[in-house]
């Protein structure tokens, strides 16, 4: 036994969203094997999407590894967020993805989450406008995000990187915090103190 042997952190997450079983009617008689729906992203801007059919289960979901892979692409992000609103059709699936604000977090349903986390989106809302269905929610939402890639391929837009939006927060906290300190290092004024008027002598000492 390799005692020497260590866990090396995986380049890609690996995301099992979808197993099916399913029959072949043959000469010998029905052929049963399974179909995995596979989402492989680095959670750094690249993701795909893979179905994978074997005799066991094991065996497609490395065959929906490997074709997920080989269908990655490169999203485009506006910081944590997508950089426009897009909503896509793709057979029977319908998805809604639009912009968050940072820290917002991802509001998705289950599919559409996982799809978007694994590539590395933080900040997003969408909607499943379509069908519940798990694999054509998944699809549709891949399809989303290849056409933001065209889009801002085509169109030339300039986004702001992950490391920009940070130094820019980083920027208006340090402002806010100096505002902060010259209001409370001013110095505060006394309101004056109002002397109460002296009683009269009813009666003088001789």
């Given amino acids: 036994m390799n005692m020497n042997h260590t866990n090396e952190p995986k380049e890609f997450e690996e995301k099992v969203i979808q197993i099916s079983r399913v029959s072949k009617k043959t000469k010998g008689g029905n052929k049963v094997g399974f179909s995995v729906l596979m989402v492989v992203g ?12 074997a005799t066991d289960v094991l065996g497609a979901i490395k065959k929906g590894i490997k074709k997920a892979k080989k269908r990655m692409i490169t999203v485009p992000l506006d910081g944590t967020t997508v950089p426009f609103s897009i909503e896509v059709k793709k057979g029977a699936g319908r998805v809604l993805l639009k912009p968050a604000p940072k820290g917002s977090g991802v509001i998705a349903g289950g599919p559409v989450r996982a799809v978007v986390e694994a590539a590395g989106i933080r900040d997003v809302s969408s909607k499943i406008l379509g069908s519940e269905n798990q694999a054509s929610s998944v699809y549709a939402t891949f399809e989303a995000l290849t056409q933001i890639q065209k889009i801002v391929e085509l169109k030339g837009i300039k986004l702001k990187s992950i490391a920009e939006v940070e130094a820019e927060e980083a920027a208006k906290l340090k402002e806010l915090q100096e505002k902060a300190k010259a209001v409370t290092g001013a110095p505060v004024k006394k309101a004056p103190v109002k002397k109460a008027p002296a009683k009269k002598k009813t009666e003088e000492k001789k």
């Fill in 42 to 53: 680095d959670k750094k801007g690249k993701v795909g999407v893979g179905l994978g059919k």
